[in-house]
């Protein structure tokens, strides 16, 4: 087994705590003096730095929540002037106002790491050539995993998204062993291959991958890595933390959370945290941010934690597969999508009513989703020009804010059920069996 | 004068599922309103049942008492001879007139064939057709 970073990745489970105390410590006299926001959240819960003792303590601090991210747009959160920063990332919020999130040179560093650590446990290394068809640009997925495939010394090919002919020519033509994508869009490059008649086995040197960003089963890892014979790694992260974070080794029994970068907390209904093993509310405390601080955050993720050493050798947390969230927000092909912003333009529309109902379905592990929405009675016309017109306007601004394209379906007033309710604007006809 | 040659069409907006259609012939049939002419069109959610009736005021009052969503549209009727070229006769009246078709559909009366016509000038469309010395179908014709 090779490590990246041995020292810390093997260290015993007591000493690990240890240094997240201290760790922990030194984050919060550091967000203390430098984040107003979370000294006045601070002082509001009346807690000070020094009241952090134990790891348990951590449960004196209170909370940050999505809304706390929208509210400080765009750069309120910031604990350092942007002469210190080197770079920006954006990914959409919740509604309207996207989320703007900052790095020093440490962040980007820390950030690497964490995805060079994770991909020398699979056997990533500097004989690979991966092809990264993860976007690149404002989302933190193509620049995040690209760091890192060049911190270990992988030839990193940046594909980006798209263009799956052009994917596939270089993965025939060039010596790449591994992908990095969404986990449907490595089923959608299996499914072109197919069609092609190329034989990923044998007539490419693609062993490995990593998949991440949406939701997947374990059944459909294994579908695909029987049907392509590459080995699919799960990855996870979110823009907040840095972007993608943590991987499963070759074990795949969980991705490692860096325990010296990351300190997860499982919580029950009742915010009391549940027992290793257990299913629960994620909150997440990154201990060596910079530039964005993130304490306590309810990232909304559901899923379960493991502190047993791995077969690896590795000691760190192993966080298991996310099983669900606890708020409404959606990941369609890769991008999280809020009802709430779906709503958002249509209530720009001067033609639409307030009313509308999303659904998605996924063939073939390919999400699609259907927005219903109701034309108003004064809007209402029999001339297909004017009705097509309306429906691109609506499908342009909702690319233009989700960056997603939705089939839009305009439907005659009245037709959409009246719900009070807030799930019941989505019906999830998808499944990842 | 020339409101004499706008003729009322019914524009009846249907849900696209299945057996909607039939939902609003039967309301038509038990409500007596006899359809001269229809087209059926379709968005991506929702289709168009648009027809000519006897009494177009009439059937939408009724249909809306069965809370059916129908509109009212101007669009007018051209008798046209019943040989080849008539189509393009009054399709080319309308050409060089610059007034633009959004949609038409034939029909065959006691007056002989004629053409619906949806234009976005009714009454210039009306005036051109007269000009051109030919028929503008008035509401009692049909």
Redesign the interface.
């Given at each position: 087994m090779t490590f990246w970073n041995e020292e810390i990745e093997t260290m015993p489970a007591d000493e690990l705590k240890k240094l997240q105390l201290k760790l922990l410590k030194n984050q919060i006299i550091n967000v203390y003096s430098h984040s107003a926001f979370y000294r006045k959240r601070m002082d509001d819960a009346n807690v000070r730095p020094e009241d952090i003792k134990t790891l348990d303590d951590l449960r004196k601090l209170p909370f940050m929540y999505k809304t706390d991210l929208r509210d400080n747009y765009p750069d309120k959160l910031f604990m350092l002037p942007y002469q210190d920063l080197v770079r920006v990332h954006v990914s959409s919020g919740t509604t309207g106002k996207p989320t703007v999130v900052g790095y020093t040179r440490n962040d980007l560093d820390n950030w690497a790491e964490s995805l060079a650590r994770g991909m020398t446990s699979f056997g990533m290394g500097k004989n690979d050539m991966l092809e990264n068809s993860h976007g690149y640009g404002l989302f933190t997925g193509g620049l995040g995993v690209h760091a890192a495939g060049e911190k270990i010394g992988a030839t990193v090919l940046p594909t980006s998204t798209g263009n799956t002919n052009r994917q596939i020519e270089l993965m025939l033509d060039l010596p790449v062993t591994t992908l990095a994508g969404t986990p449907s869009y490595i089923f959608h490059i299996a499914d072109i291959c197919d069609q092609k008649g190329v034989d990923i086995r044998r007539d490419t040197k693609v062993r490995m991958a990593i998949a991440g960003g949406e939701p997947w089963s374990e059944s459909m890892r294994k579908k695909l890595q029987d049907r392509t014979g590459i080995r699919i790694h799960n990855c996870y992260g979110a823009s907040e933390m840095s972007g993608p974070m943590f991987l499963e080794c070759s074990e795949q029994q969980g991705l490692h959370v860096w325990a010296d970068l990351c300190l997860i907390e499982i919580l029950d209904q009742n915010g009391e945290p549940c027992k290793d093993g257990e299913r629960g509310e994620m909150v997440v405390t990154m201990l060596k941010k910079e530039a964005f601080p993130l304490i306590r955050y309810r990232i909304g993720d559901i899923s379960r934690l493991n502190w047993d050493k791995c077969a690896c050798g590795r000691t760190h947390p192993r966080l298991d597969r996310l099983s669900g969230r606890t708020d409404d927000m959606l990941v369609v092909r890769g991008i999280n999508v809020f009802p709430s912003q779906i709503e958002a333009v249509i209530g720009e529309m001067p033609f639409l009513s307030a009313f509308y109902h999303i659904t998605l379905n996924n063939v073939n592990y390919m999400d699609s989703m259907v927005i219903?929405t109701e034309l108003n009675e004064e809007h209402?016309?029999?001339?297909?020009?004017t009705?097509?017109k309306y429906?691109s306007e609506l499908s342009s601004r909702l690319k233009e804010v989700l960056n997603i394209k939705a089939?839009?379906?305009?439907?005659?007033?009245?037709?959409l059920q009246r719900f009070e309710g807030k799930s019941s604007h989505v019906t999830d006809n998808r499944s990842w069996d | 004068m020339l409101k004499k040659n706008i003729i009322k069409q019914l524009?009846i907006?249907?849900?696209n599922e299945p057996g909607s259609l039939a939902s609003i012939a039967l309301v038509l049939k038990e409500c007596g309103i006899n359809l001269k002419a229809f087209n059926i069109?379709e968005?991506?959610?929702?289709g168009?049942l648009?027809a000519i009736a006897d009494d177009p005021e009439g059937a939408c009052r009724v249909l809306r008492e069965r809370n059916i969503?129908v509109?009212q549209?101007d669009v007018i009727a051209v008798s046209v001879e019943d040989q080849p070229g008539g189509l393009f006769r009054i399709a080319n009246i309308m050409g060089d007139a610059k007034i633009n078709i959004?949609?038409a559909y034939a029909y065959t009366g006691r007056n002989g064939p004629s053409i619906f016509l949806?234009v976005d000038d009714p009454e210039a469309a009306a005036a051109a057709v007269k000009r051109a010395g030919m028929v503008c179908l008035s509401q009692k014709d049909i």
């Amino acid at each position: 087994m090779t490590f990246w970073n041995e020292e810390i990745e093997t260290m015993p489970a007591d000493e690990l705590k240890k240094l997240q105390l201290k760790l922990l410590k030194n984050q919060i006299i550091n967000v203390y003096s430098h984040s107003a926001f979370y000294r006045k959240r601070m002082d509001d819960a009346n807690v000070r730095p020094e009241d952090i003792k134990t790891l348990d303590d951590l449960r004196k601090l209170p909370f940050m929540y999505k809304t706390d991210l929208r509210d400080n747009y765009p750069d309120k959160l910031f604990m350092l002037p942007y002469q210190d920063l080197v770079r920006v990332h954006v990914s959409s919020g919740t509604t309207g106002k996207p989320t703007v999130v900052g790095y020093t040179r440490n962040d980007l560093d820390n950030w690497a790491e964490s995805l060079a650590r994770g991909m020398t446990s699979f056997g990533m290394g500097k004989n690979d050539m991966l092809e990264n068809s993860h976007g690149y640009g404002l989302f933190t997925g193509g620049l995040g995993v690209h760091a890192a495939g060049e911190k270990i010394g992988a030839t990193v090919l940046p594909t980006s998204t798209g263009n799956t002919n052009r994917q596939i020519e270089l993965m025939l033509d060039l010596p790449v062993t591994t992908l990095a994508g969404t986990p449907s869009y490595i089923f959608h490059i299996a499914d072109i291959c197919d069609q092609k008649g190329v034989d990923i086995r044998r007539d490419t040197k693609v062993r490995m991958a990593i998949a991440g960003g949406e939701p997947w089963s374990e059944s459909m890892r294994k579908k695909l890595q029987d049907r392509t014979g590459i080995r699919i790694h799960n990855c996870y992260g979110a823009s907040e933390m840095s972007g993608p974070m943590f991987l499963e080794c070759s074990e795949q029994q969980g991705l490692h959370v860096w325990a010296d970068l990351c300190l997860i907390e499982i919580l029950d209904q009742n915010g009391e945290p549940c027992k290793d093993g257990e299913r629960g509310e994620m909150v997440v405390t990154m201990l060596k941010k910079e530039a964005f601080p993130l304490i306590r955050y309810r990232i909304g993720d559901i899923s379960r934690l493991n502190w047993d050493k791995c077969a690896c050798g590795r000691t760190h947390p192993r966080l298991d597969r996310l099983s669900g969230r606890t708020d409404d927000m959606l990941v369609v092909r890769g991008i999280n999508v809020f009802p709430s912003q779906i709503e958002a333009v249509i209530g720009e529309m001067p033609f639409l009513s307030a009313f509308y109902h999303i659904t998605l379905n996924n063939v073939n592990y390919m999400d699609s989703m259907v927005i219903e929405t109701e034309l108003n009675e004064e809007h209402l016309t029999d001339d297909m020009i004017t009705l097509s017109k309306y429906r691109s306007e609506l499908s342009s601004r909702l690319k233009e804010v989700l960056n997603i394209k939705a089939d839009i379906k305009l439907v005659l007033p009245g037709t959409l059920q009246r719900f009070e309710g807030k799930s019941s604007h989505v019906t999830d006809n998808r499944s990842w069996d | 004068m020339l409101k004499k040659n706008i003729i009322k069409q019914l524009s009846i907006f249907v849900n696209n599922e299945p057996g909607s259609l039939a939902s609003i012939a039967l309301v038509l049939k038990e409500c007596g309103i006899n359809l001269k002419a229809f087209n059926i069109a379709e968005s991506s959610g929702f289709g168009v049942l648009r027809a000519i009736a006897d009494d177009p005021e009439g059937a939408c009052r009724v249909l809306r008492e069965r809370n059916i969503v129908v509109k009212q549209t101007d669009v007018i009727a051209v008798s046209v001879e019943d040989q080849p070229g008539g189509l393009f006769r009054i399709a080319n009246i309308m050409g060089d007139a610059k007034i633009n078709i959004e949609y038409a559909y034939a029909y065959t009366g006691r007056n002989g064939p004629s053409i619906f016509l949806r234009v976005d000038d009714p009454e210039a469309a009306a005036a051109a057709v007269k000009r051109a010395g030919m028929v503008c179908l008035s509401q009692k014709d049909i």
